[in-house]
Every structure is written in C-alpha cells, then in structure tokens.
C-alpha cells in the first residue's frame, strides 16, 4: 500500500502523541475540513468522552495532515479501536492552507459508541491544545476547542 494523508483533529495533533504511536512525523501540513464540527461525544472504553466530527454545513474543523504509510495506519487502526468498532476509517477531502484539496484518512466515532457531547478531561484537551498550537493552528478555533471543553463542563 502506497503512502496515505491521515487528517488529525484530536489528540494525534500531539506530536509526542502521533510519534509515541506510529514513529518519526515525516511531513505535517495545516488543513481544514469544511462542513464538519469538532464534538466531544466519542464513548471510550474506560469511560470518558474523546473527539469526533460530526458533519455541519458551514463550520469548520482544523488539524492537521501527516504523511503516512500503510505501518503507520495499522498502527493508529490499532490505537483507535477500529477492529472493536470505536472508530471507523473514512476517506475524506480536506483544504490545504494553501487551498489546495488534499484527498485523506480521517478516524470517525462508530455509531455504537457515539453518546451526548460532554467535557473530555483535562489531560486529554490538554493534549489536543498542545497539538493546535504545535501546529500553529488558528487562534480563533483554538478558543473555540476551549469553549467547546467547557460548555461541556457547564451541562454534567
């Protein structure tokens, strides 16, 4: 299998965390997914909620896109549950920063495991801002994961 985009929105925007799991980052590239929205309502297995994008006309998700090859991928199918149906792979369509389309792999919740959007918890978030502002995401949507968080906080 020949080398593939994997699109992070969540915790794998770490880059100690995309490492710590699939090895040396050999290319990362800002993009966006227009008509999706990040949400907070991924069950995990021990409890907690986790990222997930659920379609939306007119928002908007950042992350990033990182070069991968098909080791890298079994590894993140592994650490993303797939075998177990915690998420799915999907072939998606993402912007470059520089406008150009970028055809990529995304990890969405499996319906089984999608539950009413709550706060994640404080590690996890924290992994995740650390990830927008490694990748210089844009400061506005990093407010935005924030308010996100804690909107979620405000209904538990």
Known sequence: ???VWYFA????LSKGRKQNRTGL????????LPDYRLVFNKQGAAGGVYANIRREPGEVVW??????????MAELDL?????????????????LEDGSPC???????????????QSPSKEYL????????????????IAKIRQLAMAGQRTT
């Open 1 to 3: 299998m020949s080398d």
């Open 9 to 12: 929105y969540g915790s794998n």
């Open 25 to 32: 980052i050999r290319r990362a590239v800002r993009a966006k």
């Open 63 to 72: 992350g990033v896109v990182y070069l991968c090859d098909s080791n890298a």
């Open 79 to 95: 650490w993303e549950g797939v075998m177990g149906g915690h998420y799915d792979r999907t072939a998606i369509t993402v912007e």
């Open 103 to 117: 055809n990529a792999e995304v990890y969405v919740a499996g319906e089984r495991y999608v539950v009413e959007e």
């Open 126 to 141: 924290d992994c995740i801002l650390t990830g927008a502002n490694e990748h210089q995401l844009p400061g506005d949507y």
